[in-house]
């Protein structure tokens, strides 16, 4: 079966720290996998995308990495601010058949002042 | 306007009752999805939609229904809810298989109190 987990499920950091969040999934075979950021009572959206062969991929102050091989990802925040309090998201999506996207539980990210 | 609205976005009703959510698109996606979301459980698939004559069951389908009456509108009915339907339900869209990259566009959601 198809699974994807991230970790930790919550993760409280002061204002200006940096933070990294865990992915990990089974999903086989991979097509991509994308992390999108769902802030409190609003629908997730798509932050960054990571197909096989890329291994590093930054938006702005969010950089996304992916290691194929071992079937994980990380999401690093750099500089947090308030702004980045929001539940995080890792989807992957699987190769070939409906593409119908495996979610993660996500994180829950507060950002202290 | 959004691309993806849902309504009602808040909705109170009691056990037994017939709920439906609507949902429709601008974005001219022909797959759309209902997604229920529990804190701590994360967003769980409910149906799913590939096309206007094309209806599939999601992980959680059981005491749902749902009509694909064009292609840009999707809704979702609870025939008679109950109190642990009560969450947070999302519609989202994404591209056909040919331009699929797997990118969902959602909502801004639909928040359903059984009482």
């Known amino acids: 079966k198809n699974q994807v987990e991230q970790s930790p499920q919550s993760l409280i950091i002061l204002e200006g720290k940096n933070c990294t969040l865990q992915c990990n999934y089974t999903v086989s075979p991979f097509s991509n996998l994308r992390w999108y950021k769902q802030d409190t009572g609003r629908g997730p959206v798509s932050l960054t995308i990571m197909t096989f062969s890329e291994n590093t991929k930054s938006n702005g102050r969010y950089t996304a990495t992916l290691d194929a091989d071992t079937k994980q990802s990380s999401l690093h925040i750099t500089a947090s601010q308030l702004s980045d309090s929001a539940s995080y998201i890792c989807v992957v999506t699987q190769k070939g058949g409906s593409y119908i996207p495996t979610f993660g539980r996500g994180t829950s990210l507060i950002v202290h002042p | 306007d959004a691309d993806v609205t849902q309504t009602p976005r808040n909705r109170i009703t009691k056990t037994g009752k017939r709920i439906m959510l609507e949902c429709s698109q601008t974005?001219?996606?022909?797959?759309m999805y209902w997604y229920r979301q529990d804190p701590g459980l994360g967003l769980r698939l409910i149906y799913y939609s590939f096309d206007v004559k094309d209806i599939n069951k999601g992980e959680i389908s059981d005491g749902y229904s749902v009509s694909r009456q064009a292609q840009a509108k999707f809704s979702l009915s609870l025939e008679s809810a109950i109190p642990n339907q009560t969450a947070l339900y999302f519609c989202?869209?994404?591209?056909?298989?040919?331009?699929?990259?797997?990118?969902?566009?959602f909502g801004e959601g639909s928040r359903l109190t059984v009482l």
């Open positions: 989202a869209t994404s591209a056909n298989s040919r331009g699929n990259t797997g990118e969902l566009f």
């Open positions: 974005k001219g996606h022909d797959r």
